[in-house]
């Protein structure tokens, strides 16, 4: 069965340090990985996406991620956080190989907080 | 581009009567929208998925005559809450996807039924 565990619920760091938000996942075939964030009262919004090529994703405002498939792992990083980089974070699997299934496969999300 | 919106943002309604929830793609044609519901400090639950004129197909657990779902246009597809109680509150969200992998979010709806 496909899943997605992110191993962190709460994440906080002091404003200019590094951002870790880990996640694992386990799907029977080649997935495609995708990282969101969710701010207050705002939409979700896409941060990054792995799909297949290459290994380091670089998303939006400074955040990548790299695909690790002997690790089953797809970590979310930062150099430098910002005090507007607080919100909710979630990791996100959609194996591929099931036909027209758009289903996504939600972790239970991290909270991130930035102190000044 | 690929902006999703979603109408109204909250509502309060009295128990038993009826909510409709409207998700827009506002500047692409989304052949398939997706809804979902998130509680309190939890991840997303997805509830039904719609491709434009076919009936929605929803997830195991999801009464879809509680939850009507339709989805007449590539740009519009609505949620309806029947006979809404205060279980049905929780934060609805939609998405839409252009036939690729990844989707769109909306906002969200704030649903309370008092």
């Known amino acids: 069965a496909q899943s997605v565990t992110q191993l962190d619920s709460h994440v906080s760091v002091s404003e200019g340090t590094p951002v870790l938000l880990r996640c694992n996942y386990s799907?029977?075939?080649?997935?495609?990985l995708f990282w969101y964030v969710q701010h207050p009262n705002k939409g979700l919004q896409l941060l990054l996406k792995?799909?297949?090529?290459a290994t380091l994703v670089k998303g939006i405002n400074g955040f990548e991620a790299e695909f690790k498939k002997s690790e089953t792992s797809f970590h979310l990083t930062k150099p430098s956080a910002h005090m507007s980089d607080a919100a909710e974070y979630f990791c996100?699997?959609?194996?591929?190989?099931?036909?027209?299934?758009?289903?996504?496969?939600w972790g239970l999300g991290t909270s991130l907080a930035v102190n000044p | 581009g690929a902006v999703v919106s979603q109408h109204p943002s909250r509502v309060i309604c009295k128990s038993g009567t009826s909510v409709k929830i409207e998700c827009r793609s506002l500047?692409?044609?989304?052949?398939?929208m997706f809804w979902y519901r998130q509680f309190p400090k939890q991840s997303l639950m997805l509830m039904a998925t719609?491709?434009?004129?076919?009936?929605?197909?929803?997830e195991q657990g999801v009464e879809k005559d509680k939850f009507l779902i339709n989805h007449a246009s590539l740009t519009l597809s609505t949620l309806t809450v029947t006979s809404a109680h205060p279980e049905d509150s929780s934060f609805y969200i939609c998405?839409?996807?252009?036939?690729?992998?990844?989707?769109?979010f909306g906002p969200g709806t704030r649903l309370l039924v008092l």
């Open positions: 996100v699997v959609r194996p591929l190989g099931a036909g027209n299934n758009r289903k996504l496969i």
């Open positions: 998405s839409a996807s252009e036939g690729t992998e990844t989707q769109y």
């Open positions: 799907s029977s075939y080649s997935p495609s």
């Open positions: 500047d692409f044609q989304a052949t398939t």
């Open positions: 792995y799909t297949s090529a």
């Open positions: 719609s491709n434009e004129g076919s009936k929605a197909t929803y």
